[in-house]
């Protein structure tokens, strides 16, 4: 039903262009012109009250007069005309209108767009837009836009946020060779948004790789579970990469989240790859689109010049590929394709003789060998030799292979003949670059791709026994206590009811019971200060440690209590927690924000210096499981600590990886209450003993 | 005389091509139609003893036959035979060989290579090569190699160490666009290297940048002095970034100083600018040659588009340079250029609108204003819009604002006829580019270049006053006595004797002698077992802190000896050191390596996890002046620990700068001497309070 809908907007058969027009410049003349011009095979309908005909088509006064039901109506006229036009569309069975007219709310105008919304919902129609370039689809030969021609055939399919570099771009796929099945102009997503686009456009048999132009998300969340389901390819940039939400951030997580830091956890989470800026975009979906994900890590460089051999490996080593030899069969063979000054090794340098021959004998090899997970091929121009030629050959030997699960990027470094076969191999379904990098980074995206993916379906993890009614209860008391954070102590009891180890912590009301409790807890304790008015605890002398014995633990009650009131008088005052005094471990910091994208977001970093200089945090959104909780653990700078460090027993990555697991369900679980939260420090013990939460805080969304 | 000779190599008038061929295929034939198609001007001497005449040009069977003196001779006559034609190349006044012919020490022929070379310089002769392609100028229209033709033409000039690459790349300036006035193959570098190369095109009034692809140095400290002292742009490329001499790495600095940081260090200091890649490498090539350097830090980016806008101010983030909004006059006199809604901040936003009139009054209006340092202009192809206009509206607001001195970068995203506008941009003088993060990466070049030019011309330190002579009686004693190390107490005399604040430590032989020492340091006191035998002292129960008073140094003096025969019998032990407690300070380790590369190798980093795990270190070639050292301060990850952080006041910074630049005065003076070396830790104190190194360690060159 969804996706028929959509099918509706993205290939109608019957089209209405509200607001066509038949003076030339004006956006409404274009768009039935393209229709026309790029040789759209349904019907159009002009929609216009002062003309007769446009372009040889009847013109309508209203879509209410045309003969026949519309899929699709595209908008052109004025934005405060739009409604008017709605209830008619309705009674013509459109299914989605593509609204191209802007001014709405990205000029301020959010009610108007919102009451487009609603009239369009109450009369079953999906809005694509408004503030939109429209649709352009080759099969279909669906050209639903301003832009002056459909795009470069191929298999990639773009979403765009931005029209101005929509239009652009669709121009670029000719110059740059790129294939593109669609272009989709996403505009102010009123109701149509990527999430369900890219569910549409994975089950469009003509779409082999879905590529975003991204400015923000409205939901992140629902691209998140689409992008994790969806079966093809998805290849991200996201413009922006500034800072956002950190002035209001209260918490020492919500002031290390950035934008960019909480997107990149979120696509690598939903196995979508990133494009690092325009060109990438383009020479990732080339990839993505055409070959199969590299599922191994035995990659083969096959070259005819050390210095692109060398550059090659440089990238490989940039973009995180690790290179190693070829078995001694391996060598052996390719050594036959070679003159004796070439090498076999990794790179395959076959020499600056090398031509068709020995380009095809040794892909064809290379290709064919259990060994072998994937195939980088270097070309060098040169004055003996023809890339034309080559490429044919290199189209040969994959094809003779027959190793359809074996993915090969191309780099072809010269003038118009490389080009040439560039040319060739990209209609051949090859993906070729003018450099190596581009080739090592274009078959490092296919190895990220199948790398997410494993991860994404790897088995869950089993449900945890968590005491969710628990932790709403203290958070309840909380609130009601007219509060919108908890103490130390509830605190620590929410991640209690979440399976989170943490120091025992009691509260004491006087300085007998602080006794009788650190006897209990057993000593040395640490006691702090319980007030909600002192954040600050350490600096209102409100914290003592290493507390030995009852006498100490007496006078530390009076001079916590003490101090605390000479720092503010009129503070409320709890008590004074009573607390075990957990013995040294790494520290770690965890926390969480809720970002205002994707919702409860999970922090990790090694304490101290790690995340006060260095920033040294990593980021997932909430779910996090076991397995990405490892992942996190790897991928901070100061990994090497939690492994072990200068003769140090590793630490317990284990209870680390299940503590993130279970401090992600709760702030998933609570995120109606919860808004920021620290443990800090969490001290990890060595492996197999486990961790320890020192210190929690929680801070409550405001109600 | 040394410009001369090149001269006769890179622009000869007369060239004899020995092994010149008239059998089309062969390398000898190639080079002569090369020359006459390529409309050398000057006279051509096939040499070939078996044929009358090739192309139309008289042959000679020997150079020694020809009518006149020659400048040049290319060889491409067997490596065997090469010898054999020097005497003759020596009569007849030839100032420079260029070598094509292979086989000589990239096989394993050094010998033969070295004869060429003294041979050749027994005849004046210089030689470039061998091993190469040949020796391209456009300006000259000599084509002197196998290339099939001369580059497209322009301002850069290519030094590369790939002789196929050079090949391949020459094809590639016509595709791309990116001018070459020469191309130069470096070959073997047996005795014509890069800072010769460089040194000629510096005074080359063709040549406006010079562009390298490096594989390796043969001497990378004359690179270096060479490379400061020209007045060109430089931009390299340096392929292999593999780790080299770790495995024989015999000190901590050591198994840090890969390739690529050493590399990256020298380029720095010598004011060369670093491309990341091939494309990177023609990108900046292309801007260094035509613009100024970014002086300031003002850059303004005028656009189109939000979208190409938004990764503009990405890539600023990306690439270093911090984006600032124009003053208010500015922002003021730009939104007359633009519709309401478009924006006159930074980026300023045309919006799609945007035709030639705006583009040109803003930029005018722009490069004219002396806020502006640099302008970044963005262009994203519109239906409206005409690229190859707005290119010359660009032009023309260069040209009528007359800032010859502030540089231009442009984008122009689209199709054909953005790539048409992209090309007579350049045709014109204007770096062009079809994405909006390379015009910012293509300006970052020209900020790196201002500022690394900068740092070269800034004044040079006082000199310091060292005790040369008492450090080498130091080293020379450790000689006689059979070692190649100096125990610490000797490194610490070598150390102080190059002013650098250590602790001071001195040797006790006996109990008493350590008692009295430890009085005069005064308590508490550091005693440690000093032996060239016993390397790792804390392992040998050789170590003992904080040593309070008479009796305890006593007792330690007798500990340290016992442990350390136990540990190690037979060690030659020359006693115990008595050595100051230094008070507590920041870590940070100083140490040095002799790099095969580049020589005496200066290291910093913080010490402890900072330097053991985060490897967070950074190098400059010796000698370090002051002002570069602050700016390795500033480059390690950690720096903010330096300027003080959780309160705590800035560390004497000026303090380790000095003493950086004397410790690479000392390894630089000592070189025939020092190894390698390491001071570790070095305590660092507050602003004013010094340092102190409390650990020293030399090792000397094996004689």
Redesign the interface.
């Known amino acids: 039903m969804e996706q028929e809908a959509l099918t509706g907007v993205i290939e109608p058969k019957t089209v209405a262009v509200i607001g066509a027009s038949a003076t030339p410049g004006k956006i409404g003349y ?1 768009v039935v012109q393209n229709l026309v011009n790029d040789g759209f095979k349904g019907t159009i309908y002009p929609i216009n009250p002062g003309v007769d005909e446009i372009l040889g088509l009847k013109a309508y006064p209203s879509i209410a007069d045309v003969p026949t039901n519309v899929d699709a109506a595209i908008i052109t006229i004025p934005a405060k005309a739009v409604l008017s036009v709605i209830d008619d569309c309705g009674k013509k069975g459109v299914k989605g209108i593509i609204v191209i007219t802007s001014g709405f709310s990205e ?1 301020g105008n959010r009610e108007l767009e919102q009451e487009l919304v609603s009239k369009a919902h109450a009369n079953g129609i999906r809005v694509l837009g408004p503030n939109i370039i429209g649709v352009l689809s080759n099969s279909a030969s669906f050209n639903g836009s ?3 021609f459909l795009p470069y055939s191929g298999k990639g399919a773009l979403i ?3 029209g ?2 929509l ?10 060779r790129v294939g593109f099945e669609k272009l989709i102009s996403i505009g102010n997503m009123a109701d149509i948004d990527f999430a369900d686009l890219i569910e549409w456009l994975d089950k469009d048999p003509n779409t082999s790789c879905i590529s975003l ?1 991204i ?1 923000g998300f409205k939901n992140g969340r629902s691209f998140m579970e689409v992008a994790q389901k969806t079966s093809k390819p998805i290849v991200a940039l996201k ?4 800072e956002h939400g950190a002035a209001a951030a209260a918490s020492h997580t919500g002031s290390l989240a950035g934008a960019a830091k909480v997107y990149g956890a979120a696509f690598q989470q939903s196995g979508v790859i990133q494009a690092s ?3 990438n975009l383009f020479d990732r979906t080339l990839a993505l689109s055409l070959q199969p994900p590299l599922k191994g890590d035995n990659l083969l460089i096959i070259t ?5 051999g ?2 090659a ?3 490989a ?1 940039k973009y995180g590929i690790p290179l190693k030899f070829a078995p001694k069969d391996v060598q052996a063979e390719l050594k036959k394709h070679m003159p004796e ?1 070439g090498s076999a090794k990794n790179p395959v340098d076959l020499t ?1 003789q090398a031509g068709y021959d020995w380009y095809y004998e040794s892909l064809r090899y290379a290709i064919g060998h259990e060994w072998v997970d994937g195939v980088v091929v270097l070309y ?4 003996v030799t023809n890339p034309l030629e080559i490429a044919q050959g290199l189209k040969k030997a994959i094809d003779e292979a027959g190793a359809k699960d074996k993915p090969v990027t191309v780099s072809f ?7 040439e076969g560039i040319r060739w191999l990209v209609e051949n379904g090859i993906p070729a670059y ?5 080739a090592v980074n274009a078959m490092a995206a296919l190895r990220e791709y199948a790398r997410s993916r494993e991860l994404i379906s790897s088995a869950p993890d089993a449900e945890f026994e968590v005491d969710e009614k628990l932790a709403r209860e203290i958070i309840k008391n909380a609130r009601e206590d007219g509060r919108d954070s908890l103490t130390e102590i509830e605190a620590k009891e929410v991640f209690r009811a979440y399976g989170l180890p943490t120091t025992t912590t009691k509260l004491a009301r006087t300085a007998d019971e602080a006794v009788e409790l650190a006897k209990k807890i057993g000593f040395p304790v640490v006691m702090k200060i319980v007030s909600p008015d002192i954040l600050h605890k350490s600096d209102a002398g409100g914290v003592k440690v290493n507390i030995k014995d009852e006498q100490a633990a007496r006078e530390a009650y009076q001079t916590i209590l003490d101090n605390a009131k000479a720092y503010k008088a009129d503070a409320n005052i709890h008590g004074v927690a009573v607390q075990e005094m957990a013995p040294w471990g790494t520290e770690v910091i965890l926390g969480s924000v809720n970002d205002p994208t994707f919702g409860p977001t999970m922090m990790f970093g090694l304490g101290g ?1 790690f995340v ?3 920033k040294d945090v990593t980021f997932r959104v909430a779910p996090v499981s076991q397995n990405q909780a490892k992942n996190m653990l790897g991928e901070i ?2 990994a ?2 939690l492994r072990g ?2 003769g140090e027993a590793p630490r317990d990555q284990k209870a680390l990886a299940e503590t993130i697991s279970r401090y992600s369900k709760m702030i998933l679980d609570l995120r109606d209450e919860i808004s920021e939260s620290d443990a800090n420090p969490v001290l990890v013990y060595e492996e197999g003993k486990g961790i320890k939460v020192v210190d929690a805080r929680i801070i409550l969304k405001k109600k």
Chains 1, 2 share one sequence.
């Open positions: 274009s000029t301003f832009a002056p765009s946020q931005s101005a570099l239009i652009a771009l669709d121009a670029a796929t000719y110059t740059r132009y400015e413009a922006g990469v500034s800026d325009l060109n005819n010049g050390g210095g692109v060398v550059l490996t440089d990238a080593e000054f600056g060098c121009e040169t004055a470094v010269g003038g118009e003949k490389s080009d003018t450099a190596p990098d581009l210096i006060e200089v260095l700078r100061g090497p600590i460090v200068r």
